[in-house]
């Protein structure tokens, strides 16, 4: 017998966060492993040339050292490392090459060429689409929180200096680390967003802005990130790297504490 219980319209329908975020939360993930995995896809030629002539073997061990000196290269590797330079075409297909150039053109104000621009983007675009579709930002803000999340395993897989994902791509630590640096900065944009509104929520209804547990460690988390993004940036790297160095050692760790008792959505991106 059909089912003849009345339903509630859309519209007067509460808005579940819970259900529907992470909705978009594994969405936002699909889509940037998706897209890693058509780039890799492409570089796989490169790949299995790397493979053959050791150079992920290389990547993922790292260089090795006897007491007095590096180790030398096999000559075996060396002239088949040669050999297929020399097979490479002379010449590449005129329109690849014209893409090539176009995508490296550099904009020297952001230290960034026009392939990186797009990508950076793209990924933009990603996850403002991906916290406001579909989303009541302003009577219940989760969804950013919950982006800002999903963004913890790109980030920190490109942070790694012999990471899969560069290894696969054929792609080095340094062609890779202005990702890095910019998924931070959405994400960090992300959680302002979330924790801002929430704020503006309490102060709205009269609430006071730390009532449980969950907001202390939410303050924790995004104080953090703060620091995080704060001492990355450029002249802060360049003039006193160690102390960069040593604040991500710690903070990072003590970031990941904090989200784990701020919410238990944290648990699969950690």
Known sequence: MADLSPSVPPEFQFYNSHKIDPIYQRRFTITWLSVSLFFILLALPSFVRSLRIGRVRDALVGLSKSINAYEPVDAGREASTSHSKENKPRKANNLISLLKASATWTISFLKLDIGQIILILGYFVLVIACFTLRAELIENPNRPGFIAVAQLPPIFLLAMKNSPLAILLGSGYEKLNFLHRWCSRV?????????????????????????????V??????????????????????????????????????????????????????
């Open 187 to 215: 994400a960090i944009l992300a959680a302002a967003v979330h924790g801002f509104l929430w704020m503006r929520n309490h102060i709205a209804y009269g609430l006071p802005i730390i009532r449980k547990r969950k907001d």
């Open 217 to 270: 460690t939410g303050i924790i988390a995004f104080t953090l990130l703060c620091i995080l993004g704060l001492t990355s940036v450029r002249p802060v790297r360049a003039r006193v790297f160690q102390v960069f160095r040593v604040i991500h050692l710690l903070s990072v760790p003590a970031f990941a504490v904090a989200m784990r008792y701020h919410t238990r959505h944290t648990i699969p991106y950690l």
